[in-house]
Every structure is written in C-alpha cells, then in structure tokens.
C-alpha cells in the first residue's frame, strides 16, 4: 500500500519515536536567504520539529505552519506555546496533495486556498499562463527537504505554492543534492534533480516569477545520532513579480 494513511503512520512514527525537541536549529539555508527580508506572513511545508518556523516568528513573521504528521504539528504548537510564540505561529495537519493552506489571518482581497490541482495561473481558455492568477496571502513560502517515499505530485504542490505568494513574494525550495549516511533512502541509484530542473518542473511563467538563486552549496551536516557528513544542499529561490 502507499497512501496518505500509511504515510501519516510512518512519519507518526518517526516523531514519535524522537524525544520532543525543546529548541529546535533552523536551517542554515532559510537564515541566510530570509534574515535581510521584512517579516511577513510566511508558510512552511513540511515543518518537522519546528526550528524554520520559530526562527520566523522570533524575528517577527507570522508563520502558518503545516505537515502530514500530527505528532509533529502537536509537538510544534506546545513549543510555541511555551516559547511565547503562540500569537505567531500557528501549526495544523495538511496532506498537501488533497489541500493548500491559508494564511492564518488573510488580508482583504483574493485568496489562494485552492488544492494543487488546479491550481495553475491559467487564464481558462488556452491553457497558458497570463498574469500569474490571483495574489495570494504570504510572503514567504519555504520548504526544506520535502522529499517522501509515498505518492506526492511535488510540482503540483510547488506550483501551489508560488501562486500562494503576494506579489514579491518569494519561494524558497532546498532539497537533498546527496545521500547523508543517515538518510532513510540510501538507494544508490537515486539522482537528485538540479534546482533549474525543480524549477522547470514547476513550470512557472519567467515573465511572472524570477529564479534569484539556483545553486548547490556544500555544508557539514549533523545527524540524528549525532555523527557529521558533508552533503549538498539544491537550492531555489524565486520571486514573483509586483
């Protein structure tokens, strides 16, 4: 079987299995692309233990935060709580190929709360994008790692996600660009699409949403048993227009 359900049940199990973090890092890719940006309202797909999202919403954003995994989103909304960050964060569970989350408190004006599919900036006759669809509601839209061995259209949820921005907004994707000696996928044939392929893949209108970054820095990484590796990192970011 590979669905939702057994998806939920692994990465239940997976948190579950972690002791509670108290004060997760965030990512070093997010820290040194968003500390120079204004807060705003911000998403994160895939939160995991939360150090993207308290990061955010200790230098000022709002951050609605989502992931497939209740244990996860429950941990992530106690930690807010007891950091004093609940105004701020707000954490819910979301199976992002069924449905696209809101900002938690939207401004007047048009909405992107569609499911990805269906979601793709067309003007509704030619099937060809025109002025990138309505505005959405955030800022910022990051993701890190989203990456699953269960079915997910990653580039629908993507494309989703830029369309969830405001004008100006920005997209930031970083995925996997090698295998960590702790990664749960050690398939030795696994390839990893560059972030120009991602972007590709998306298949945004350049005229709409600019790529600002698209490269593939090396870093040394920390895993759960506390052993280091370099590895890569394939970052996106990209901007909608406005």
Do not use: K
């Not at 190929?97 to 048009?110: C, I, K, L, N, V």
């Not at 990138?132 to 699953?148: E, K, M, Q, W």
């Not at 004008?167 to 090698?178: I, Q």
């Not at 870093?219 to 759960?224: F, I, N, Y």
């Amino acid at each position: 079987m590979n669905t939702t359900a057994d998806a939920r049940t692994t990465w239940d199990g997976i948190y579950a299995a972690r002791p509670a973090a108290t004060d997760p890092r965030p990512n070093v890719r997010l820290t040194e692309t968003v500390a120079e940006l204004p807060p705003g309202d911000a998403l994160e797909l895939g939160c995991g233990e939360g150090g993207d999202t308290l990061w955010l919403a200790r230098r000022g954003w709002r951050v609605t935060a989502v992931d497939l995994s209740a244990v996860a989103v429950e941990r992530l909304n106690a930690l807010a709580r007891s950091h004093g960050l609940a105004d701020r964060v707000t954490a819910e569970q979301h199976d992002l190929g069924a449905s696209f989350p809101e900002a938690t408190e939207a401004p007047d004006g048009p909405e992107a709360s569609e499911a990805p599919e269906g979601t793709d900036g067309t003007d509704g006759t030619d099937g060809t994008e025109s002025t990138g669809g309505p505005a959405g509601t955030f800022d910022l839209v990051t993701t890190h790692y989203l990456h699953t061995p269960y079915d997910l259209d990653r580039s629908a949820v993507l494309r989703a996600a830029a369309h969830a921005l405001r004008p100006g907004g920005r997209l930031l994707v970083v995925d996997h660009g090698s295998t960590a000696p702790w990664s749960w996928n050690q398939d030795p044939d696994i390839r990893f699409p560059s972030p120009r392929e991602v972007a590709a893949g998306i298949g945004l209108d350049p005229a709409v949403w600019t790529v600002e970054r698209a490269d593939a820095p090396r870093r040394l990484a920390t895993g759960p048993d506390g052993s280091t590796a370099e590895v890569t990192d394939h970052v996106l970011l990209v901007r909608r227009a406005g």
